[in-house]
Protein backbone atom coordinates (compact mmCIF):
# COMPACT_ATOMS: atom_id res chain seq x y z
CA UNK A 1 0.00 0.00 0.00
CA UNK A 2 2.75 2.25 -0.20
CA UNK A 3 2.21 4.01 -3.56
CA UNK A 4 -1.34 3.84 -3.50
CA UNK A 5 -1.99 7.02 -3.12
CA UNK A 6 0.68 8.58 -5.34
CA UNK A 7 -1.08 10.69 -7.68
CA UNK A 8 -0.59 13.88 -9.27
CA UNK A 9 -2.95 16.02 -7.69
CA UNK A 10 -4.58 15.26 -4.21
CA UNK A 11 -6.14 17.94 -1.20
CA UNK A 12 -8.70 19.19 -3.08
CA UNK A 13 -12.53 19.66 -2.22
CA UNK A 14 -14.46 16.58 -2.16
CA UNK A 15 -15.79 15.91 -4.60
CA UNK A 16 -12.90 16.96 -7.44
CA UNK A 17 -10.82 14.93 -5.01
CA UNK A 18 -12.93 12.05 -6.20
CA UNK A 19 -12.74 13.02 -9.84
CA UNK A 20 -8.87 12.81 -9.29
CA UNK A 21 -8.42 9.72 -8.24
CA UNK A 22 -8.12 8.57 -11.83
CA UNK A 23 -5.44 10.48 -14.54
CA UNK A 24 -3.61 9.47 -17.39
CA UNK A 25 -0.16 8.46 -16.90
CA UNK A 26 2.39 8.08 -19.93
CA UNK A 27 -0.79 6.95 -22.25
CA UNK A 28 -2.30 4.83 -19.18
CA UNK A 29 -5.09 5.64 -17.38
CA UNK A 30 -4.26 5.18 -13.67
CA UNK A 31 -6.93 4.54 -11.09
CA UNK A 32 -6.41 4.97 -7.34
CA UNK A 33 -9.11 2.35 -6.84
CA UNK A 34 -7.62 -0.01 -8.40
CA UNK A 35 -4.68 -0.29 -6.53
CA UNK A 36 -4.52 -2.87 -3.16
CA UNK A 37 -5.96 -0.67 -0.58
CA UNK A 38 -6.80 1.95 -2.95
CA UNK A 39 -10.08 2.78 -1.66
CA UNK A 40 -9.53 2.88 1.97
CA UNK A 41 -6.27 4.86 1.56
CA UNK A 42 -7.74 7.45 0.24
CA UNK A 43 -11.02 7.49 2.77
CA UNK A 44 -8.28 7.82 5.47
CA UNK A 45 -6.81 10.49 3.50
CA UNK A 46 -10.13 11.95 3.30
CA UNK A 47 -10.56 12.06 7.28
CA UNK A 48 -14.49 9.30 6.20
CA UNK A 49 -14.61 6.24 7.61
CA UNK A 50 -14.55 2.94 5.81
CA UNK A 51 -17.47 0.91 5.26
CA UNK A 52 -17.83 -2.80 3.47
CA UNK A 53 -19.22 -1.92 0.17
CA UNK A 54 -17.83 2.12 -0.23
CA UNK A 55 -15.99 1.11 -3.58
CA UNK A 56 -19.21 1.14 -6.09
CA UNK A 57 -20.94 3.91 -4.97
CA UNK A 58 -17.68 5.98 -4.96
CA UNK A 59 -16.97 4.69 -8.29
CA UNK A 60 -20.45 5.55 -9.72
CA UNK A 61 -20.45 8.73 -8.18
CA UNK A 62 -16.96 9.60 -9.87
CA UNK A 63 -18.37 8.76 -12.87
CA UNK A 64 -21.95 10.62 -12.67
CA UNK A 65 -19.73 14.03 -11.33
CA UNK A 66 -17.57 13.29 -14.89
CA UNK A 67 -21.11 13.52 -16.99
CA UNK A 68 -22.20 16.25 -14.71
CA UNK A 69 -19.03 18.44 -15.32
CA UNK A 70 -18.21 17.33 -18.66
CA UNK A 71 -21.50 16.52 -20.54
CA UNK A 72 -24.19 18.79 -18.60
CA UNK A 73 -27.06 17.16 -19.61
CA UNK A 74 -30.60 16.25 -17.67
CA UNK A 75 -29.46 12.92 -17.73
CA UNK A 76 -26.39 13.76 -15.73
CA UNK A 77 -28.12 15.91 -13.42
CA UNK A 78 -31.02 12.85 -12.42
CA UNK A 79 -27.88 10.42 -12.07
CA UNK A 80 -26.77 13.03 -9.55
CA UNK A 81 -29.86 14.03 -7.82
CA UNK A 82 -30.37 9.87 -7.13
CA UNK A 83 -27.16 9.80 -5.13
CA UNK A 84 -28.06 12.46 -3.35
CA UNK A 85 -31.33 10.93 -2.33
CA UNK A 86 -29.42 8.02 -0.55
CA UNK A 87 -29.10 10.77 2.12
CA UNK A 88 -29.82 14.19 3.96
CA UNK A 89 -28.57 16.53 6.12
CA UNK A 90 -30.91 16.70 9.65
CA UNK A 91 -30.63 20.24 11.67
CA UNK A 92 -30.33 19.32 15.00
CA UNK A 93 -29.06 21.15 18.23
CA UNK A 94 -26.46 19.64 20.52
CA UNK A 95 -25.36 20.94 23.36
CA UNK A 96 -26.54 24.15 22.58
CA UNK A 97 -24.90 24.46 19.12
CA UNK A 98 -26.45 23.91 15.60
CA UNK A 99 -25.37 20.89 13.51
CA UNK A 100 -26.33 19.05 10.81
CA UNK A 101 -26.80 15.75 11.19
CA UNK A 102 -26.00 13.46 7.91
CA UNK A 103 -28.52 10.42 7.59
CA UNK A 104 -27.82 8.04 4.81
CA UNK A 105 -29.91 5.39 3.69
CA UNK A 106 -26.21 2.96 3.66
CA UNK A 107 -23.21 3.28 5.30
CA UNK A 108 -21.74 1.91 1.78
CA UNK A 109 -23.21 5.35 0.28
CA UNK A 110 -21.88 7.96 3.02
CA UNK A 111 -18.30 8.53 1.58
CA UNK A 112 -20.01 8.95 -2.32
CA UNK A 113 -23.03 11.21 -0.88
CA UNK A 114 -20.50 13.68 1.10
CA UNK A 115 -18.69 13.90 -2.22
CA UNK A 116 -22.25 14.70 -4.22
CA UNK A 117 -23.34 16.99 -1.47
CA UNK A 118 -19.44 18.45 -1.75
CA UNK A 119 -20.13 19.16 -5.18
CA UNK A 120 -23.41 21.30 -4.39
CA UNK A 121 -21.75 22.93 -1.65
CA UNK A 122 -18.92 24.45 -4.61
CA UNK A 123 -21.77 24.94 -7.29
CA UNK A 124 -23.55 27.29 -4.36
CA UNK A 125 -20.42 29.24 -3.41
CA UNK A 126 -18.20 30.22 -6.84
CA UNK A 127 -18.78 27.51 -9.88
CA UNK A 128 -16.90 29.33 -11.93
CA UNK A 129 -14.17 28.51 -10.50
CA UNK A 130 -14.48 24.76 -10.62
CA UNK A 131 -12.01 24.01 -13.22
CA UNK A 132 -10.44 21.36 -15.52
CA UNK A 133 -6.56 21.51 -15.95
CA UNK A 134 -5.88 23.30 -19.42
CA UNK A 135 -3.38 20.37 -20.42
CA UNK A 136 -6.58 18.58 -20.93
CA UNK A 137 -6.85 15.85 -22.53
CA UNK A 138 -3.45 15.25 -21.76
CA UNK A 139 -4.29 16.21 -18.53
CA UNK A 140 -7.90 15.18 -16.93
CA UNK A 141 -7.40 16.66 -13.45
CA UNK A 142 -9.89 19.26 -11.77
CA UNK A 143 -9.27 21.74 -9.06
CA UNK A 144 -11.21 24.47 -7.27
CA UNK A 145 -9.28 27.78 -8.34
CA UNK A 146 -8.89 29.55 -5.35
CA UNK A 147 -6.78 32.51 -6.81
CA UNK A 148 -8.04 35.60 -5.97
CA UNK A 149 -8.22 36.81 -9.39
CA UNK A 150 -9.69 33.16 -10.34
CA UNK A 151 -6.58 33.24 -13.54
CA UNK A 152 -5.12 29.93 -12.70
CA UNK A 153 -4.82 27.06 -15.42
CA UNK A 154 -3.15 24.23 -14.17
CA UNK A 155 -3.73 21.59 -11.92
CA UNK A 156 0.23 21.44 -10.95
CA UNK A 157 2.84 24.93 -12.58
CA UNK A 158 5.58 22.43 -11.65
CA UNK A 159 4.19 19.78 -14.24
CA UNK A 160 1.28 20.88 -16.33
CA UNK A 161 2.17 24.53 -16.60
CA UNK A 162 6.16 23.74 -16.68
CA UNK A 163 4.87 21.42 -19.56
CA UNK A 164 3.03 23.87 -21.04
CA UNK A 165 5.77 26.54 -21.14
CA UNK A 166 8.37 24.07 -22.12
CA UNK A 167 5.89 23.72 -25.16
CA UNK A 168 5.29 27.29 -26.32
CA UNK A 169 9.34 27.94 -25.89
CA UNK A 170 10.06 25.13 -28.24
CA UNK A 171 7.32 26.15 -30.79
CA UNK A 172 9.04 29.84 -31.33
CA UNK A 173 12.21 28.68 -31.05
CA UNK A 174 11.64 26.26 -33.94
CA UNK A 175 9.17 27.76 -35.65
CA UNK A 176 10.24 29.84 -38.92
Not at 58 to 78: G, I
Request: charged share 30%; aromatic share 6%; hydrophobic share 35%.
Amino acid sequence: MGDVLQRPLSGEPLALDLLNTTWPDRGEQRDVFDEPGGVGAWLAERGIPDAPGVEDPLRHTRSVLRDVLEKSTVEAEHALNAVLERGCLRPGLRQGAPEDVIEVEQAAWRPAWLAAYDYLMLLRGRPERIKRCSAYPVCTLYFEDTTRNGTRRWCSMETCGNRAKAARHYRREHSG
